[in-house]
């Protein structure tokens, strides 16, 4: 996979998306929600993420934008039309700020980063490493799960409880197997640990997400355009 | 066997654990969203919402039965919509931020019980718990508060349902099965 490219840094682009997603919530703003949107698209371009799987991930969330939008003109009260873009477009808003971190970063750099100037947990950074470094196996288990009930003439729904048991003891055995193997490796929990990267963040970038949520907050709940 | 013992601190096997369990979970949402998007495309969106909501919920008080833990609904609620986001999700930042207030619902139902019970009445608590506080949240997230009365109220059943069906009813056989293997004590 090619590495991704973000200009600014991820866990400050982190913070940027959640101190306006929060918000977004509150906002009642077609036009912000928009603004949000073009100004993310430009954040992606600028990143040159893949045009390809973002126009897929936008056309996904198509069906969630409609719905929303549809079910204020049917059950809305009020101004049916303005309620309805406001939360048609809000799901854009969400999912375009969501892709300016998800689609510029890879799950380890992003870690790293919250590790390095959000100060997360080093067992938290490395545990959730850990497993999702088991990704691929963790899909084929589900898959193997499903297998083994089919030999034995069943078949598990996921409203029954044997599905998640089997879930839990895969959990409970590979964890504790990754954990041993981890720390006979030299990991100690609540240590300090050498950093072996360093992941760059000038203080302006702190500056700029400042910035933007304030001003965000600041046209969404006192000027409060259409 | 391995076993898991209960304390208060988060050990590194207590955070793999939750993060298998949630991509886990990231598998089985992606299997509802199917269900999911064939109704949310229409109007009927807020009963899909609703109809669903349990199975997202779950991840929360599954972690807290299994941990016991003050503070498990939450970060295990809050891990599984990470790995979400991070997989395949089409919510994007509102994933997170519903993750954390659904964990927070999750969390306040055991802290009813000054996290002593995480049985039936602690379960019942929690589900009630979620229940109130993401209708809350999506009166203003989802704009539920443009609906009119009747449709709220409808809306508000279905949920307690769904919640109370997954993240309860479900959630309890689930903690049983487990008991009887003796692995976590």
Redo the contacts between chains.
């Keep these: 996979m090619p590495k991704k490219k973000h200009l600014l840094n991820t866990a400050v682009m982190t913070v940027i998306?959640?101190g306006?997603?929060?918000p977004?919530?509150?906002s009642l703003s077609v036009k912000l929600n928009l603004l949000i949107c073009l100004l993310a698209i430009f954040y992606l371009i600028a990143c040159r993420v893949s045009f390809k799987t973002a126009i897929i991930?936008l056309l996904?969330?198509f069906?969630?934008a409609?719905?929303?939008w549809?079910?204020?003109?049917?059950?809305?009260?009020?101004d049916r039309w303005h309620?309805a873009w406001?939360?048609g477009t809000r799901?854009y808003a969400?999912?375009?700020?969501?892709?300016t971190?998800?689609m510029t970063t890879s799950?380890k750099e992003?870690l790293f980063s919250l590790e390095e100037h959000l100060h997360l947990?080093a067992?938290?950074v490395?545990?959730?490493l850990?497993?999702?470094n088991?990704?691929g196996r963790?899909?084929q288990e589900?898959r193997q799960i499903q297998y083994s009930a089919l030999i034995r003439g069943q078949v598990y729904h996921?409203?029954q409880?044997?599905l998640?048991?089997r879930?839990?003891?895969?959990?409970?055995?590979?964890?504790?197997d990754?954990?041993e193997a981890?720390?006979s490796q030299g990991?100690s929990?609540g240590e300090p640990r050498t950093q072996m990267q360093h992941d760059p963040l000038p203080v302006w970038q702190w500056g700029l997400a400042v910035i933007l949520i304030l001003s965000y907050c600041w046209a969404a709940f006192i000027i409060r355009p259409w | 066997m391995q076993t898991v013992k209960n304390n208060k601190r988060w050990s590194l096997r207590d955070v793999i654990f939750l993060a298998i369990i949630a991509i886990f979970f990231g598998i089985i949402y992606q299997l509802w969203s199917y269900a999911y998007y064939a109704l949310a495309a229409t109007p009927l969106k807020p009963y899909a919402n609703d109809l669903t909501l349990g199975v997202w919920i779950m991840a929360g008080p599954l972690a807290g039965v299994l941990l016991r833990k003050v503070g498990a609904s939450v970060v295990g609620e809050m891990l599984a919509s990470a790995v979400e986001m991070l997989l395949f999700s089409s919510w994007g930042a509102s994933t997170l931020l519903s993750g954390f207030i659904q964990g927070i619902g999750n969390e306040l139902g055991f802290a009813c019980t000054g996290y002593r019970n995480w049985s039936k009445t602690g379960l019942t608590f929690s589900a009630i718990g979620a229940t109130i506080v993401t209708f809350i949240w999506d009166l203003f997230q989802s704009g539920y508060s443009q609906y009119s009365l009747g449709l709220l109220i409808t809306l508000f059943i279905i949920r307690l349902i769904s919640i109370g069906f997954f993240a309860g009813v479900l959630v309890y056989w689930i903690q049983q099965l487990t008991a009887k293997t003796g692995l976590i004590k």
């Design positions: 998306m959640l306006i997603g929060l977004l919530s509150f991930v996904v969330a069906p969630l409609l719905g929303s549809w079910s204020f003109l049917v059950f809305g009260t009020g309620t406001i939360y799901v969400y999912l375009l700020l969501g892709m971190v998800t799950v992003l947990s067992t938290f490395y545990g959730l850990a497993a999702f088991l990704l963790i899909k589900y996921l409203w409880p044997g998640y048991l879930i839990i003891l895969t959990a409970l055995n590979w964890s504790g990754l954990a981890m720390t990991f929990e």
